[in-house]
T-cell receptor
Framework: EAGVAQSPRYKIIEKRQSVAFWCNPISGHATLYWYQQILGQGPKLLIQ????????DSQLPKDRFSAERLKGVDSTLKIQPAKLEDSAVYLC?????????????FGPGTRLLVL | KNQVEQSPQSLIILEGKNCTLQ??????????LRWYKQDTGRGPVSLTI?????NTKSNGRYTATLDADTKQSSLHITASQLSDSASYICVVTSLILTGGGNKLTFGTGTQLKVEL
């Protein structure tokens, strides 16, 4: 089966600009996650969707970050305006169900550099 | 506060040698522990998953152990290969008692480099 797709793979922007990332989860996976992974650190959860509803966005900096999953399939993550400290890899992951044994499958990530 | 700590932070070994990576956690209530391998420029890929009652799980040359009493896990890599060079991340799942669901806590990873 096809994996989690993300685009773009790389993005370079100047601070205060806006940027959007796209994720297409594995077909049939109801749960979708966005993570931020700063160099040398483990992924940090930004937001979790169950179908098109938000389950957990407690660590999402809502003043500048937003995410949506309107039809319960693809998702976009937006940063507006970007700051230097937003430079990181943004990983999208999906999971068939939120039951405990289910594996999360990660996409390749979008590497963002804010200058 | 739920935390997952990994050691060493980085490790260099020669091809063919064995190595062991450590993971200590303070996550509660514990549900399961996974080890992920993350190649450079790629997303993490699950290697093993262990629940409370399991104390060892193998996947090829990778063997994970879990001591739920001391809240420690290790990932042992046997006969290392150049392709084992990657970041290895320990992830612990905990239950959310109020409202249900579960939460994943990620370690910062161990960066392994296998050299000739």
């Amino acid at each position: 089966e096809a994996g989690v797709a993300q685009s773009p793979r790389y993005k370079i922007i100047e601070k205060r600009q806006s940027v959007a990332f796209w994720c297409n989860p594995i077909s049939g996976h109801a749960t979708l996650y966005w993570y931020q992974q700063i160099l040398g650190q483990g992924p940090k959860l930004l937001i979790q969707f169950q179908n098109n509803g938000v389950v957990d966005d407690s660590q999402l900096p809502k003043d500048r970050f937003s995410a949506e999953r309107l039809k319960g399939v693809d998702s976009t993550l937006k940063i507006q305006p970007a700051k230097l400290e937003d430079s990181a890899v943004y990983l999208c992951a999906s999971r068939k169900r939120t039951s405990l044994g289910e594996t999360q499958y990660f996409g390749p990530g979008t590497r963002l550099l804010v200058l | 506060k739920n935390q997952v700590e990994q050691s060493p932070q980085s490790l260099i070994i020669l091809e063919g040698k064995n190595c062991t990576l450590q993971c200590n956690y303070t996550v509660s209530p514990f549900s399961n522990l996974r080890w992920y391998k993350q190649d450079t420029g790629r997303g993490p890929v699950s290697l093993t998953i262990m629940t409370f009652s399991e104390n060892t799980k193998s996947n090829g040359r990778y063997t994970a152990t879990l001591d739920a009493d001391t809240k420690q896990s290790s990932l042992h890599i046997t006969a290392s290969q150049l392709s084992d060079s990657a970041s290895y991340i320990c992830v612990v799942t905990s239950l959310i008692l109020t409202g249900g669901g579960n939460k994943l806590t990620f370690g910062t990873g161990t960066q392994l480099k296998v050299e000739l």
